[in-house]
């Protein structure tokens, strides 16, 4: 019962989950659905590739959401209907920008 609770924390609430197109993270993707009275959360989760860390809070009609992916590999983030493909190539950065902007989010 304990591994139902974690595998919905990651891949439900934080967002956090392989991305069926891509081969063992090379592809991830970053879908967060905040549920209830949850106004935040923080996780980690370490792939074969490296770190993956998501946190985002949510404070009235804001949501911020930080992402930490590792290098060489593409996170699609999803945000409601809002679609954008971010990728880490090279040393770590302390921002990234979106790579491309699609929508709608049907994944």
Known sequence: ????????????????APHPTGPSFKRILIRPQPV????????????????????????????TLHLNIPVNTIAIVCWQLQVAE?????????ACRYSRLKTPCLL
């Not at 209830?36 to 949501?63: H, L, M, N, P």
């Open 36 to 63: 209830g009275d949850v106004t935040w959360v923080k996780a980690a989760y370490d792939s074969i590739r490296g770190r993956i860390a998501c946190d985002w809070e949510e404070a009235g009609s804001q949501f």
């Open 86 to 94: 971010l990728g880490q190539r090279g040393p770590p950065q302390s």
């Open 1 to 16: 019962m304990l591994g139902q609770i974690m595998e919905w924390f990651y891949a439900d609430l934080a967002g956090i």
